[in-house]
């Protein structure tokens, strides 16, 4: 298989294909928009809260199969968690693309983009969701404080 | 051809489509500069040993070089670090005589660095910037130049050739505009010069600049040339080691013209080296090799039109423009084209080529750019057409 067909395996594109969460909350309790200067591809994230925990989670992408990925899955497991959850999922797709560090249990479906980690520029699209959604919950704590 | 570029000799199964951002380094430039490095290393303008001599000489005798590739006086020749850098120089040094209420017109076709520059210049000096827009096949619209070019209008940045498009400026016909208000007009010729030395006393500008790495030469080192007549006029952009009169606690003098403007220490073994890539340049039979990368265009244009769902950006014609052509395919993104398209062998960048402005008008944030140079030949162009049906069908 080629290194390009290995990349776009099916869950890619059947994840990317989903779209799962397309669409912009509103109103919403927190958002943070993520830019990819490279490409100029943006993630566009709103969310609703309760306690601090997600309750809905909106993402409006312009972005590539990985990109797009990243969002819909996202958007499938975003429900329930809180800053430290997100925080963590990051962690995990950072370690798996730098280190290659197999994902922990609850976040398996992220090993569909472990052979990006031959790809040093694709990192930030897989990425760019995940930073959208810290920024947006990142956003509401500073507010809290 | 290729035999005289050290990494596509050593890469035969490479199709290298991106000259547009960088072009391979010719042997003679890598040549030169390890000879250099080797043999006359030292800085310029300083020591007065034999060694420093040689390197005083290798650095002028390459501000020689530039001068005949662009046909002009060697003094005009400023090194800088590249394209970018020559035209935020201008930005600055020709900028610092600009006040509010004095114009400067640019397109929408620019690279970030002949547009950039210039929204920072609005901002420190509050002068006015206006666009020229572009017509759908990616050129620029003259059309509206009466309009937009006015009394205060003091200078016109355009490019030479789109990055995007590989549209091509008449440039006689901005300068002539120009001309009629009194402005001035500084060409950005990054992509241009990659296919074929320039007569810039023909071309009518006033500045010019471009980048040696796109040029066949090494990375590091660009060039603007000025007229005389300006350049002795303008303040310089940096200040440091080389740029001086007489310094004391008092304050500083200028140096003349072109060294006001080369402060510190240059990039001395690359300008030897873009020299030796003009000289070689210079060798060649331009007329046969535009033809040749004419003919190359229209086969890559023919294949694009085959491909579903493909729309080439500008004009699907292969006269009248650089061999760049860039395209969009329905529902693909540049970059998964790009990866498929690395997995076959194929370097093409994707993405907004820096030129957002230019892509929001022609209705895209992104696409895939197949650029080619003078090394590049049929089997880049199938190889091309086959990676981008491959593509098409491992991404849907």
Redesign the interface.
Known sequence: M????E??QQAI?DWAGADHGHGRLDPADAAARTDNP????RVQVTLRLDAGRITAFAQET?????CRAAASLLAQRAPGMDAAAAAAASTALEELLAEGRDPPPAWQDLAMFAPARS?RS?HK?ALLPFRALRQALEGVSHREQ | MRSGFPLLAAQAGLHYLDSAATAQIHRDALDAVLRHETGSRANVMRGTYALADAADRAYESARGAAARFLNVAAEEIVFTSGATAALNLVAHSFGAGLQAGDRVLVSQAEHHSNFVPWLMLRERKGIALDVLPVRPDGQLDLGRLPQLLREETRLVALTQCSNVTGAITDVAAVVDAARRVGARVVLDGAQAVQHGPQDLRALGVDFYAFSGHKCFGPGGVGVLWGRAELLCTLPPFCGGGGMVGEVNLDGFSWAEAPRRFEAGTPPIAQAVGLAAALDWMMSLDWPRLRERETALCARLLDGLREIPGLRVLGSMAAEGRAPIVSFEIAGLHPHDICQVLDAHGLALRGGHHCAQPLLAALGVEACTRASLALYNDESDVAALLDGLRHAAKALR
Not at chain 1, 2 to 5: K, N, Q, T, W
Request: glycine share 16%; hydrophobic share 30%; aromatic share 10%.
């Open positions: 080629s290194a390009g067909a990349l776009y594109k490279l490409c100029g591809d312009r972005g590539c199969l990985l790809y694709r699209c």
